[in-house]
């Protein structure tokens, strides 16, 4: 059953859908004009830099490990507190996954931690923003470039994030972006990657589409093996009738939140032993609005979602610590490594949180948080 209020729901309004019955009836749906234009339109929002577009974020992950040359027998340092697609895209280019606890505070990667987890088979750090919340661009680069490591940011969420003044995939090394119907933006499913080099972008272009080189009118070459990961025309329409939107889904998401602060932060709430995110109002996006909930609480993670659910409302998971996965575990990571990563994923509760809410959806999601919780 959906629940009346969705944890979340796209906007996709009636000028994106009349672009792409557009596109349908043009004889050109796959990969064309509007992927170039759509890549264009989101090279210009991150200052020029060269921008290539991919069929899903993990997609674009992958090139772009890939791109930083790493393979078999390289270490990659990331977050257990993350999709999984993040540590799954290094183990696809042979690599092996390095966890770093988490900051409980921010949820993200504990930076203070990296360099310690840094061994001679490191190549690349892939940091997430979690929920939109950016990780320290600073500290994170002032460490990348002491130890000559590549950079993979993983921004899936943090599309219309900033950090100091500066969007996300405007600055910095390798910039992933998902365009997944939960993400700030979306292109259906989709991704782009922001790169450092137009040479870069036309190797990407090669692991976007099995290699494939082509040269005058007849004229093909393959020279590096590439899969099937570009973007088509319509998924491409719907994010170009998104990014227009892009500053006004940010705000809206940006007054929500702030209800949800006026309504949670008060000292009723924090006897009840909730744990909210920071408040910060200028630099993330706020892709999502995540609790987490009393340690020894009456009731479990699942009795409150159920709760909840009885009440109309949606919550979501983000995430289970990765390490935990079955997959994982056989690969030699174990239960305990990462204890303040788990003690948040066993805990954390994400909230309803899209554009087109309303501050009365807010008021009706406090309020039964408040009652389930007290009861
Ligand atoms: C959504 C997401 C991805 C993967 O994106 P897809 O478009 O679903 O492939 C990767 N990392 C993070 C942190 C995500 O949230």
Excluded at 125 to 148: F, M, N, S, W
Excluded at 287 to 305: C, D, G, K, S, Y
Excluded at 357 to 369: H, K, N, Q
Aim: proline share 5%; glycine share 8%; net charge negative.
């Amino acid at each position: 059953m959906q629940p009346s209020l969705p944890l979340t729901c796209p906007t996709i309004d009636e000028e994106t859908i009349a672009g792409v019955a557009e596109v349908l009836r043009s004889g050109w749906i796959t990969s064309g004009p509007k992927v170039k234009a759509f890549e264009a339109a989101l090279s210009t929002l991150f200052g020029g830099r060269p921008v290539r577009a991919f069929n899903s974020g993990t997609a674009t992950l992958e090139v772009a490990l890939r791109l930083a040359g790493v393979g078999p027998g390289d270490e990659v340092i990331t977050t257990p507190l993350s999709w999984v697609a993040t540590s799954n895209v290094i183990l696809t280019v042979g690599a092996r996954p390095v966890f770093v606890d988490i900051d409980p505070v921010t949820r993200n990667i504990d930076l203070a931690r990296i360099e310690s987890a840094i061994s001679p088979a490191t190549k690349a750090i892939i940091p997430v923003d979690l929920a939109g919340l950016p990780v320290d661009r600073d500290r994170l680069y002032e460490i990348a470039k002491r130890h000559g490591l590549r950079v993979v940011e993983d921004a899936a969420q943090s599309m219309g994030s900033s950090w100091r003044g500066q969007l996300i995939g405007s600055i910095g090394d390798l910039v992933s972006f998902s365009f997944h119907p939960n993400k700030n933006l979306t292109s259906i499913e989709g991704g782009c990657l922001v790169m450092t080099s137009e040479a870069e972008a036309k190797l990407a272009e090669q692991y976007r589409l099995q290699g494939v080189v082509r040269t005058g009118m007849d004229g093909m070459d393959v020279e590096v093996l590439g899969g099937k990961f570009n973007l088509t025309d319509v998924a491409a329409r719907v994010g170009l009738g998104q990014l227009v939107r892009l500053d006004e889904f940010t705000s809206k998401r940006r007054e929500l939140v702030r209800a949800y602060f006026a309504q949670l932060d008060m000292p009723a709430v924090h006897a009840l032993g909730l744990g909210l995110p920071i408040a910060d109002f200028t630099q993330s996006n706020w892709h999502m609005f995540q609790v987490v909930l009393p340690e020894n609480a009456a009731l479990t993670r699942a009795e409150v979602m159920a709760k909840l659910q009885v009440l109309g409302i949606g919550t979501g998971v983000h995430y289970p610590a990765i390490h935990r996965f079955t997959l994982y575990r056989s690969l030699g990571h174990a239960e305990g490594d990462y204890p303040l990563a788990e003690a948040v994923a066993s805990r954390i509760l994400t909230l309803p949180l899209f554009p087109s809410m309303t501050l009365a959806d807010v008021s009706r999601v406090t309020e039964a948080l408040i009652q389930v919780l007290q009861a």
